[in-house]
């Protein structure tokens, strides 16, 4: 079920059932599949987590009605709570660094939330303090905190993954997830691995992230350029579970540009650097099955492409490389 074709009453009813598309350039005999989370009503992956926390969180008293709630956000959670937020009669602040892109902020304010900046140089850290600090002052606020909070990775568990298996006829042999949070890798993976143990589970991440470490792997630690995944410090999250997951693949920021830009020139697809990222490993894992290196239960690879390049046209996302890094 991949389309809304009935009327329907609310924004928060067009949420998911996504489309799943077919790449056209990975490996012969190894398709891979993209689940296009620009369809929906916010554009990104995180309108799912954005009402499926906070019905939970108001259905378990976690939040009072007409309550508000507190996030720090590089943005697409932001309008995602946004939108869920006034739909269910709650007030939505986001903490949000400096660096991360104008449209965002300018979005979520337009859907109703206040909109703080932290300095960029404190990072997701000086934001989750900030957005904690201010929860304490207000005897109504909660915090949903989407990098320690198990309903995010639910999300994905309870509606995303069983959407992709239903649309594959559970053929899936590998997923593979860029993590921010790791919300909609664990939430997947976690269902994957309970339809088959055997299922590849691959995170990604920017060169310069370090989720690698946890794999024993090399990484050096670098700013990179890729927006919504990768960490610069693994205790801050306390999703990403090593044990679900087979390989961590590490993208550099000039491949995953030319494969964003790729993408919108040769299939269509108006997506952003995760989803570029996103792209290249799912087609690297797809060649290491087709030449027998990795085993999996099916030879088909799923992929998200969590966000819309129209997001980031401000930083000049579509320009090269040269003039999108500076
Ligand atoms: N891509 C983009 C553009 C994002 O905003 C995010 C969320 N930070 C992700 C990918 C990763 O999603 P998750 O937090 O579920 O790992």
């Known amino acids: 079920m991949t389309t809304h074709e009935e009327p329907v009453d609310s924004v928060l009813e067009t949420i998911g059932r996504t489309p799943l598309v077919r790449l056209q350039n990975g490996p012969e005999g190894v398709p891979i599949y993209a689940k296009l989370e620009t369809f929906n009503p916010g554009a990104s992956v995180k309108d799912r987590i954005g009402q ?3 019905e939970r969180m108001l259905e378990r008293g976690d939040v009072p009605p007409s309550g508000t709630i507190i996030e720090p956000t590089a943005g697409n959670t932001g309008i995602g709570l946004a939108i869920a937020a006034e739909q269910l009669g709650l007030d939505a602040i986001f903490v949000v660094p400096e660096r991360f892109s104008v449209e965002k902020q300018q979005l979520m304010a337009a859907l109703g939330a206040e909109v703080i900046n932290t300095p960029t140089e404190d990072g997701m850290d000086g934001a989750i303090a900030r957005a904690h600090d201010l ?8 915090v949903p905190q989407q990098f320690s909070n198990p309903l995010n990775a639910e999300a994905h568990y309870e509606t995303t993954a069983p959407e992709i298996y239903e649309a594959l006829d559970g053929e899936v042999g590998a997923v593979v997830v860029g993590c921010g949070t790791a919300g909609t890798l664990m939430g997947i993976a976690r269902y994957a ?6 299922t590849h589970v691959v995170a990604v991440e ?7 470490e946890l794999f024993e792997e090399d990484r050096e630690e670098a700013e990179y350029k890729i927006e919504g995944i990768g960490t610069h410090d693994t205790t801050t999250n306390e999703l990403f579970d090593p044990d679900l997951i087979d390989d961590v693949l590490a993208i550099a920021d000039r491949d995953a540009h030319a494969e964003l830009k790729r993408l ?3 299939e269509g697809h108006l997506v952003a650097s995760s989803a570029g990222a996103a792209s290249v490993a799912s087609k ?3 060649q290491q ?3 027998g290196d990795v085993e999996a239960p099916h030879e088909t690879v799923v992929t998200i492409f969590p966000d819309s ?7 000049g996302i579509y320009r090269s490389f040269e003039e999108w890094t500076s």
Do not use: F, W
């Open 193 to 198: 691995l309970e339809q088959d143990p055997d």
């Open 206 to 212: 920017p060169e310069g992230s370090v989720y690698g």
């Open 135 to 142: 929860a304490d002052e207000l005897d109504d606020a909660a």
């Open 284 to 286: 690297r894992v797809a």
């Open 289 to 291: 099955i087709a030449d």
């Open 52 to 54: 499926y926390m906070l």
């Open 309 to 315: 390049s129209e997001r980031y046209l401000s930083k």
């Open 264 to 266: 919108a020139r040769e």
